[in-house]
């Protein structure tokens, strides 16, 4: 099947298209701290949990090191999937470092940031 309007098959969806099945309460499993029932912004700082430490490096533009290999990471460009505004894709250029200069530059402290986290009840459409 060919779609040519791929936004006028999601509207036309309405409620039956779940943007986040992931947030949903589910029998025999808790959810994540980050999928709270109110929206709140969230200090990043060294008494964080590593639940919400965690989310806060999903969010952040980095280079993922797999093996032999160093892999851009642009979570702005699944944003929505996160509740948060997605942001126009753009090139981000790679630095195309050495695997450890990549890892070092991924665990680095976050450091004194506020982190957004949505409802998990938010509707995004």
């Given amino acids: 099947m060919i779609v040519e309007n791929v936004r006028r098959v ?5 409620e039956n298209f779940d943007w986040r099945p992931y947030a ?3 029998r025999n499993w808790n959810l994540p701290e980050f999928y709270a029932e109110k929206e709140m912004w969230v200090l990043v700082d060294s008494g964080l949990s590593k639940e919400f430490e965690s989310f806060a ?9 797999g093996l032999d290999c160093v892999e851009q ?3 702005h460009r699944v944003a929505m999937q996160f509740g948060i505004d997605q942001d126009l894709p753009a090139c981000v ?18 450091g004194c940031a506020h982190v957004y986290v949505p409802s998990r009840f938010l509707r995004l459409m």
């Fill in 10 to 14: 999601l509207d036309s969806a309405k």
């Fill in 24 to 26: 949903k309460a589910l």
């Fill in 57 to 65: 490096r999903c969010l952040r533009i980095s280079e993922l090191v």
């Fill in 73 to 75: 990471y642009l979570p």
């Fill in 93 to 110: 250029t790679g630095a195309n470092e050495t695997v450890s200069i990549a890892w070092s530059k991924y665990i680095k402290s976050i």
